[in-house]
């Protein structure tokens, strides 16, 4: 981690300057420096004097510094700041995921959490439809189980008849010139169940 990547700056204004910058760019704090800086998070954090999703950026990039320079050290310091566990661990999974910074500014931490576990392309879509369409995180969530399960999953017939289902109600409510990319998306099951191709061609046909 480099020394000098950041600007000189001042107490008052470090957590901005950290604000901007992945903790690959963080300077090599000392442990000391480090858990002193947990305790201006944690006042920020109480003081909302931040926004929540710049708070969550900061203390996943927290704790991935920590752990890249003082190992061990890391799972102390964080048993000390009194926040649950699971919570660090979702901050810290998300910030590693996405190498420190946000892929959509625009969208919050939460929605960038949803979608951590897939991979880059698929991040991508699903934040972009996001951003594009104003997505809740309950439909974010929606679609990234959909995603693993044409990834993973073997289904049976019904199960794919409902991710079917889902995929047209969608096509009813887009524009016709997003139905290619949902078309495209909707064929993938059928390469897990070739019996339903006959069904799906006819079901496109309703529709067109």
Known sequence: ????ILPATTDDNLLNVLAHHAWQDW?????????????????????????????NWLIG???????????????QAVALTGLHESYLQRLAYTVRRFEGRP???????TYHS?????????????????????????????LV????????????????????TQAFQELRQLPPEHWGRLIVWALKPLLKAPGL????????????
């Open 1 to 4: 981690m480099p020394d000098t």
């Open 27 to 55: 300077p090599s704090f000392t442990f000391e420096q480090w858990y002193a800086l947990w305790e201006r998070l944690a006042q920020a954090k109480a003081d909302a004097e931040y926004a929540v999703n710049t708070i």
């Open 61 to 75: 990039n927290w704790i991935e510094a920590g752990e890249a320079v003082h190992g061990e050290k890391y799972a």
């Open 103 to 109: 892929s959509h500014p625009a969208l919050p931490f």
């Open 114 to 142: 949803e979608v951590a576990t897939l991979s880059p392309p698929d991040r991508k879509a699903i934040l972009d439809q996001a951003q594009e369409q104003g997505l809740t995180r309950a439909r974010i969530r929606q």
């Open 145 to 164: 189980q959909q995603r693993k399960f044409l990834r993973d999953g073997k289904p049976d017939d019904s199960e794919i008849r409902f991710v079917l």
């Open 197 to 208: 191709r006959d069904e799906l061609l006819t079901r496109l046909q309703e529709e067109a």
